[in-house]
């Protein structure tokens, strides 16, 4: 049987393996890399900017947290108008009592306006502070009648009495001779000012939403 022979390559061809790259090579193993070394400026620098981003974070966190308490819960701001310090003042805390302040509790107030209701405006109180703080003593509950002649009131349930003054809920002019009468609380509140936006030891008459919660006092 013959044998046969395959056909040959031509003998005379050149394999040119210049561009060939065995296959467990690193890409680019024929480059030279040069590496160049950070100085510490660079790297000092580096640590800056990560220590005043990771900083501008905290502050974004702590502000969400502060203003969900300010439109819940709590609110710093100076209880007094002649203060800049600044106080915790805690709301929802008279459980006990169906969430009215009971008789002689020190809460915090606005002598001008009331709490807001939407919590949007709490949170912006919460920043801004309290207008025309004071902190004043829950003489009455809110439903008692008082005896009022002139600039003395009296509460007709408890017999405390003393100097009345003219107040956002209850208005009238000291000049003028004021006819004794009976005044029935509605909502509101006899109370005598402690300090603040009032005149200490006077009496009058605040509406429920002016009150913005009990002050926080460190023991």
Do not use: H
């Amino acid at each position: 049987m013959a044998n046969k022979k395959g056909a040959l390559r031509n003998s005379d061809g050149v394999v040119d393996a210049a561009d060939y790259i065995p296959r467990l090579a690193m890409p680019g193993a024929r480059d030279v890399i040069d590496v160049k070394e950070e100085s510490w400026g660079r790297i000092a620098f580096g640590w800056l900017k990560g220590l005043l981003a990771f900083g501008v974070i905290l502050l974004l966190l702590v502000g969400l947290l502060y203003s969900g308490l300010s439109a819940t819960l709590m609110m710093l701001s100076s209880v007094n108008s002649d203060s800049n310090s600044r106080e915790w003042v805690v709301r929802n805390t008279w459980g006990e009592t169906g969430g009215k302040p009971p008789l002689d509790q020190k809460v915090v107030i606005s002598t001008t306006k009331a709490l807001p209701a939407e919590w949007w405006n709490r949170i912006l109180v919460g920043w801004t502070g309290i207008a025309a703080p004071a902190v004043v003593r829950i003489a009455s509950t809110d439903y008692e009648k008082l005896y009022i002649a002139n600039s003395e009131v009296t509460n007709l349930t408890t017999e405390e009495s003393g100097e009345f003054t003219s107040s956002a809920a209850f208005q009238y002019n000291t000049d003028e001779e004021l006819t004794e009468q009976n005044y029935k609380l509605d909502n509101e509140y006899l109370v005598e000012c402690v300090s603040g936006s009032c005149e200490a030891g006077t009496y009058f008459v605040i509406d429920a939403v002016q009150i913005f919660g009990e002050r926080q006092i460190a023991k």
